[in-house]
């Protein structure tokens, strides 16, 4: 008899080759389905022995996303909660290291009775209980495998994947793999050898999948999609073409234009329900139009190998300058090219954020870029470090403090305008560094005479963090009185959340991350504020070039 709560399970694979788009695919899949009106979770499971993302580089793997619980997650949760519009939690963060570590502490306290620790008896029955909690009470749960089907480190969530359809029922389980293929310039051909290649890899390892993604950078012709059907099985309705495209909010459509929704629906056993997708339809007219007002955005950092370091901050920009017509031209900015005396990349943008960050490389050219936009009128967004930053700045360059500067830096400054607060000194000692950060959602109270208050219309507000260093109470007063005001604290530890400069068209720093509850329908009102007061900026300019001409 067929449990009626029980919940679907839709895994996602990649194959050939990394770097595909898996998560946009996962999402994009968990998004059609949450338009028909069912209840969807999603989840990553890594194959990384790290127990989180947290130490990972950030120019090697991309940014790190941080939930409202303080989960420190791969930057695919972030596509997650852009296409689903929900707020995740640490559940759907799944890596190899935190399984390890759940299954030593339950050795290591007898739960195993004496049997030998094993990875089918215990590794993947631990994957398949994690994998079920997080999905627990939801019609849908969708599940992306991390890395390519092949890959020995992650041969024990593919065998851990591969039982779910017996230990839940065949009915329940839905398996899709995602396929790359290439384009051969001599023979003007596109090559399908290397998916088959997957797909036999993955069957090798007991799996069948039901659906097949086609990335390629051409079109797919016909013939190529019956050719994988062939090979894999798959029915062709159920191998579905996608090729490169201008933005990734187009996938979700593409997979309805491909009925891929209705098929999910059917092999599923769920009752269709009536699908509304004009939210991503809207969103996409808004993306695709053209004769839009170029803003120029200048983002200032010291990660730049791999753009994906701030993945939602770019989100967040474009989604901004989306809602308010115009096109956004990111100009990235090294500070240490800064640092070496090369400011000409300062000139000719519209606005400016200071972008996140730890340690010290690259912090006095942010201090410069800050002081250029204070001086120059430019608009102005400091996120966490960048708001740090503005701290500093202001103290040596208005305050006359000429050796300000924050501990992270140089500990022994004269004048630790940004600091470590005592609650945290105990677990820098103790050699916990991930518990000596303000992780997750805090409190944020604003004053309502303030710029931050009228973008946000609201007094409260909640805002997720990660960082470890705070503002230094004892330099308030001082600042305030020069100008530079406090406008949002933390009413629970009484720390400066937000600083923004009122004789400035936009000049705002903020402790906490807005760009991780930023959505691409619905922006956070500071990457709002800040393209509004770009888009007058340069109006303004605009004017001055027609009156010298």
């Not at 209840?39 to 499971?45: H, P």
């Not at 389980?173 to 993955?202: G, N, W």
Request: glycine share 8%.
């Amino acid at each position: 008899m067929t449990d009626k709560n029980q919940t679907k399970y839709i895994f996602v694979t990649g194959g050939v080759l990394s770097g595909l788009g898996k998560g946009v695919m996962a999402a994009s899949i968990a998004a059609i389905l949450k338009a028909r009106g069912f209840s969807v979770n999603i989840q990553k499971c890594d194959p990384y022995l790290n127990v989180d993302a947290g130490t990972l580089n950030p120019a090697e793997h991309g940014e790190v996303f941080v939930t409202d619980d303080g989960a420190e997650t791969d930057l695919d949760l972030g596509h997650y909660e852009r296409f689903l519009d929900t707020n995740l939690t640490q559940e759907s963060s799944l890596m190899t290291g935190r399984v390890y570590q759940h299954i030593i502490d339950k050795e290591r306290s007898g739960a195993y009775l004496g049997k030998t620790v094993q990875l089918t008896s215990h590794l993947c029955p631990e994957i398949q209980n994690l994998i079920i909690h997080a999905g627990k009470g939801f019609q849908v749960h969708v599940v992306e495998i991390g890395g390519t089907v092949g890959d020995y480190e992650g041969l024990h969530f593919i065998e851990s994947i591969r039982q779910m359809k017996r230990k839940v029922g065949a009915e329940n389980v839905l398996y899709v793999h995602l396929v790359y293929l290439p384009y051969l310039s001599t023979s003007k051909e596109i090559k399908t050898r290397p998916a088959q290649y997957s797909v036999k890899d993955l069957r090798n390892l007991g799996i069948q999948p039901d659906i097949i993604g086609l990335r390629c950078d051409y079109p797919i012709k016909k013939e190529q999609i019956a050719k994988v059907s062939t090979f894999s099985d798959v029915e062709e309705q159920a191998v579905i073409p996608l090729p490169t495209i201008k933005s990734v909010y187009e996938v979700p459509l593409n997979l309805e234009k491909a009925n891929l929704g209705d098929y999910i629906v059917k092999k599923l056993g769920l009752k269709n329900g009536e699908k509304d997708l004009s939210t991503w339809v809207e969103l996409n007219k808004k993306v695709q139009s053209e004769g839009k007002t170029k803003l120029t955005i200048g983002l200032v950092a010291k990660y730049l190998s791999n753009e994906d370091t701030y993945k939602s901050i770019n989100e967040a920009i474009k989604a901004a300058c989306w809602k308010e017509g115009v096109e956004p031209i990111l100009k990235w900015i090294d500070s240490e090219e800064i640092e070496r005396g090369k400011t000409e990349s300062l000139l000719g943008i519209d606005g400016m954020i200071i972008l996140p960050g730890f340690g010290s490389r690259g912090i006095e050219g942010k201090i410069t870029a800050a002081r250029y936009a204070r001086e120059q009128k430019i608009p102005y967004l400091g996120i966490c470090l960048g708001m740090q930053i503005s701290v500093i700045e202001f103290a040596r360059n208005v305050a006359g403090l000429k050796k300000a500067n924050t501990q992270e830096v140089d500990p022994k400054t004269p004048d630790p305008v940004i600091h470590f607060i005592e609650e945290q000194k105990k677990n820098i000692y103790e050699k916990n560094y991930g518990g000596s950060m303000r992780l997750g959602a805090y409190d944020c109270k604003l004053k309502k005479n303030s710029f931050i208050y009228k973008l946000y219309g609201e007094e409260k507000i909640s805002e997720r963090h990660r960082h470890r260093y705070e503002f230094n109470n004892d330099y308030l007063t001082q600042f305030e009185n020069l100008g530079l005001k406090v406008t949002g604290i933390n009413p629970q530890y009484n720390l400066v959340e937000t600083i923004e400069i009122p004789d400035h068209p936009f000049y705002i720093g903020i402790q906490f991350h807005p760009e991780f509850k930023s959505r691409p329908y619905a922006p956070r009102p500071l990457f709002v504020g800040l393209v509004r007061a770009a888009k007058i900026h340069n109006e303004s300019l605009e004017k001055k070039r027609q009156l010298v001409k």
